[in-house]
């Protein structure tokens, strides 16, 4: 298995508080992604990286950050938290594009 | 945006029974993957197609890649309840460097 993991792995926040998720990888692949999963939605890309300090948006990125000061931790924060980022958070990591992607566990973020 | 359109959403069958799930976007796509997710884990890569008319077979999966690269099909032979999962296409276009996936479909195959 890719050595990949998420933290948290659960967590409940309050509409308006901040939220970081991470993302820790030990198999020094370039790219590194975050993906949200919704019912009916399948995976949408939030942000991506490819690269320290290198990222770029991907189609649902509005209300979401991003940071990768290293190149095994890609962090996601979610500014202000609200209802509808009530989600699954999945990241991704690649050696390049299109090539096979590995997923971490999930983190399931639920915004009360 | 790209858009890959997956169906059916929902699939319920029995066990022994073929089926085929359907990859379809307006998109040319470098290469399609497919992927499984199982509950509570993240998806894994079950095959990547990459040219045009390409057929791929892993054990009872049968994976085409549709010959203008826009479409692709999962074909499962005798369905075991072990197939039972979250299928995910997921495309990749050179101009872009990330994966756009599929909405899923769901399928449970009763024993």
């Known amino acids: 298995d890719a050595g990949i993991t998420q933290s948290p792995r659960h967590k409940v926040t309050e509409t308006g508080t901040p939220v970081t998720l991470r993302c820790h990888q030990t198999e020094n692949h370039r790219y590194m992604y975050w993906y949200r999963q919704d019912p009916g939605h399948g995976l949408r890309l939030i942000h991506y990286?490819?690269?320290?300090?290198?990222?770029d948006k991907g189609e649902v990125s509005d209300g979401y950050s991003v940071s990768r000061s290293k190149t095994e931790d890609f962090l996601l924060t979610l500014e202000s938290a609200t209802s509808s980022q009530t989600s699954v958070y999945f990241c991704?990591?690649?050696?390049?594009?299109?090539?096979?992607?590995?997923f971490g566990q999930g983190t399931r973020l639920t915004v009360v | 945006t790209q858009l890959l359109e997956q169906s059916p959403q929902f699939l319920s069958i029995q066990e022994g029974e073929n089926l085929t799930v359907y990859c379809n976007s307006s998109?040319?796509?470098?290469?399609l993957q497919w992927y499984r997710q199982e509950p509570g884990e993240g998806p894994v890569l079950l095959v990547t197609v990459v040219t045009g008319g390409e057929v791929k077979k892993l054990k009872r999966l049968t994976f085409q890649f549709g010959d203008a690269r826009k479409d692709s099909s999962l074909h499962i032979t005798a369905a075991q309840p072990g197939d039972t999962g979250l299928y995910l296409c997921?495309?990749?276009?050179?101009?872009?460097?990330?994966?756009?996936f599929g909405s899923g479909t769901q399928l449970t195959v009763l024993p």
């Open positions: 998109s040319v796509f470098s290469s």
């Open positions: 997921a495309g990749y276009s050179g101009s872009a460097r990330q994966l756009t």
């Open positions: 991704a990591i690649s050696g390049s594009p299109g090539t096979e992607a590995f």
């Open positions: 990286s490819y690269g320290v300090k290198d990222t």
